[in-house]
């Protein structure tokens, strides 16, 4: 299972102060992230989330992609809410978490279930600040943390495992993210976070030791005065195959890649509407073991710090 739109995204992206009406700037600055990230301006803020998930196939071991058969369907509905205050002028610490419920049918089987899903707590330390009137960008380091909270595939009590909330392990993932922005309106950034999880053990008592998680982003959109930002994306995932008992699985390697939209508004100095959706991308090479799904998700923030 994956991290959800708010929590993957938050381990991810920088914030980045924008003067004016303004406050954000696109796709992952103050106030227009996904994640709940803090402005200059801003002492804390809180961001809830509502998304869901349709997945439309899946991807091969050899990178192709299936989708799947005439009847069947995997959808899921997630609330999210996530928690960030400012421990320092250029250190941010965070939480998410999410709340999960699936509906799924293979055939004339067909399933629900739900509950709490996986805690992800987060850090953001930025090195060098984001200015508009630099050339160069600004430099964050990024960590998150993820808490197996959630009811892993293994402990599922469902045929389909509709009831299966969490990944079942830990994951911790370093992180760097680059951002820009320019006073003619346009903000970039760039960001690279690799995963590494505890090892989790079969029925038969075998270790299963999955391998590092590469992800890479980018995302480049405009934004304007009146408080609007949009913003497109790309996420890469990259994954080797795990090892079970000591021997690499075969096949076994994983790897995903999808398109990121976004768009927010800053409703008043203290609230900012969001949306977003991310969508896997069916094309030959692009993945491999992975589920294809389009997710989208609508959220509000507010904020706590910001001058009136």
Known sequence: MRPGPIALTAALLAALAAPGRARAAACCGSGHGVGPLLADAERAALTLGLGASLRVGQWSYRGEFRSLSGGDFDREIRAEIGWIVRAGQSFQLGVTAPAIYTFKQTGDLASSGGGAGDVTAFARYEIVPSRASRPYPGVALTLSTLLPTGRSAERSRDPLGADATGLGVAEIRPGIALEKRWDFGLYATAAASIGIRTVDHLASGALVAAAPRLQLF????????????????????R?????IGGVAAAGAARARTAAVAFVAYDLDPRWTAVASATIDLPIRGLGQNEPLAVAPILGVRRVWGTAE
């Open 218 to 237: 980018g995302a480049l959109g405009p934004f304007w005065d009146m408080g609007l930002s949009t913003s497109l994306g790309i996420l890469f995932e």
């Open 239 to 243: 994954e080797a195959a795990p090892s």
